[in-house]
């Protein structure tokens, strides 16, 4: 039984944690608020309390659509705040947050359509990988958004707003590039685990998760390769890490959409 009360409080953290921040960074050349920091940190508690509750009541299922979409938020955000301590991340939490609340509601409100499901080891193993490199990946997709706007506005002239209190342009890319890297490792493990440890990576009903998946490790392969090789940079770092990033939605959110809401 969800706790209404904590899904409540799970939401407004996060509102006043992004809220916080936006306040806080143009009037401090874009730093990281502590107070935001803090409040952000007590949401991810909040809602990893709210996971727990659902996941502990579908021990034998596995998540639907919209636990599945809170679980991932929460993964990104944890990533994100673990990373903090060592990369400016903080613009990246303006947008993260207010979506996670909105996932942490949609879960809170929206039907249970899990289906059975028996968690061997080796499947637990890849699971934990593939959230930890959706994750990443999550958070290079939304890197490559703040990149393509700082990117449009200092081709236009016009340094105003966003792009006035970001990182420089060569950072900020570096960050990008890095945040695919790492990514790209965890999206490799996963993809490997599965086929060495998942009997049906090729059935019938997930043949589309696997392809799609497979896809976007091409892309992203292709991204990296490009990048240290040919020296590309941000509108092909951007366009080629959405394209990737949208291949994984696909590969994970459409099968799930096709399996418990349409099939």
Do not use: C
Not at 20 to 28: D, G
Not at 38 to 64: D, P
Not at 144 to 165: E, F, K, M, P, Y
Not at 217 to 242: D, E, F, N, Q
């Amino acid at each position: 039984m969800i706790d209404i009360g904590l899904v409540a409080l799970t939401i407004v953290a996060y509102l006043v944690a992004a809220a916080w921040q936006l306040r806080f960074a143009p009037q401090n050349k874009g730093r990281l608020s502590k107070r935001s920091a803090l409040l952000g940190v007590i949401a991810v508690l909040l809602h990893a309390s709210v996971m727990g509750a659902q996941v502990s009541s579908q021990t034998t299922s596995a998540l639907s659509l919209v636990d599945a979409s809170s679980l991932a938020f929460l993964m990104t955000n944890i990533a994100t705040l673990v990373l903090l301590a060592l990369r400016p991340l903080q613009t990246l939490l303006i947008g993260l947050f207010p979506l996670s609340a909105l996932a942490v509601l949609i879960a809170a409100i929206g039907p249970d359509t899990a289906s059975p499901l028996a968690l061997q080891p080796g499947t637990i193993v890849h699971i934990a990988g593939s959230l930890a490199a959706n994750a990443l990946l999550a958070m290079a997709a939304m890197q490559a958004i703040i990149v393509s706007i700082q990117d449009r506005r200092l081709r236009a002239h016009n340094n105003l707003g966003l792009t006035q209190w970001l990182p420089p342009l060569q950072k900020m890319e570096r960050l990008l590039f890095e945040l695919l890297l790492i990514g790209f490792l965890l999206l490799s493990f996963s993809i490997l685990s599965g086929f060495l440890f998942l009997n049906d990576m090729l059935a019938q009903h997930v043949a589309h998760k696997t392809v799609f998946t497979i896809l976007a490790w091409l892309i992203y392969a292709s991204l990296l390769w490009g990048h240290h090789y040919l020296g590309w940079r941000s509108r092909s770092a951007v366009k080629l890490t959405l394209i990737g990033f949208a291949l994984i939605l696909l590969a994970y959110y459409g099968s799930k959409l096709v399996l418990e809401w349409i099939l």
